[in-house]
């Protein structure tokens, strides 16, 4: 019976794991005229919970600097609970670093625009991510260094 178990990719839960809001500078930095540079970072990770069931992190922190001032920075942590059965375990390692940062990106977005917003700048609107691209970039890296490829689930 176990043999013709159908695979199962399930959303158990969504939610913000940490939300971190900073203007260090205000609130002069709100009188300065000049735009600032903005850089973007994302993060995955994944580990296991329980009987085929993993929590993704999927990290966005996004710094706003003029010169060596830091305007803002908002970091988000979105995770998700995902339910994943009778799936090869070649599968869940893409499923972890592909399938569910894609899901749980919408999400991230929303939550920096939003806090970026509430911060009391304009809002920040995070472009299309390729995680398939991020995931293969870092599977040729491991090859290349010559470090086994490991599932980087804990």
Do not use: H, W
């Not at 203007?23 to 970072?41: K, M, S, Y």
């Not at 908002?74 to 994943?84: L, M, S, Y």
């Not at 939003?114 to 472009?127: E, H, K, Y």
Request: hydrophobic share 40%; glycine share 6%; with cysteine.
């Amino acid at each position: 019976m176990e043999q013709n178990a159908q695979p199962v990719f399930g959303i158990e839960k969504l939610y913000v794991k940490d939300l971190s809001v900073e203007v260090p500078n205000a609130p002069e930095i709100f009188l300065e005229r000049e735009a600032p540079q903005v850089e973007i970072q994302l993060n995955t990770g994944g580990r296991t919970v329980g009987d085929s069931v993993y929590e993704v992190v999927l990290t966005v922190t996004v710094t706003a600097k003029m010169g060596d001032k830091t305007v803002f920075l908002v970091e988000v942590g979105q995770a998700g609970i995902f339910r994943i059965q009778n799936v090869p375990e070649e599968q869940i390692e893409p499923l972890i670093a592909v399938a569910c940062p894609n899901i749980l990106f919408p999400y991230a977005r929303e939550a920096v625009s939003d806090s970026v917003s509430r911060a009391g700048f304009q809002p920040i609107v995070l472009q299309p991510v390729n995680f398939e691209g991020m995931y293969m970039q870092r599977l040729q890296q491991q090859e290349q260094s010559g470090a086994p490829v490991e599932v980087s689930i804990q």
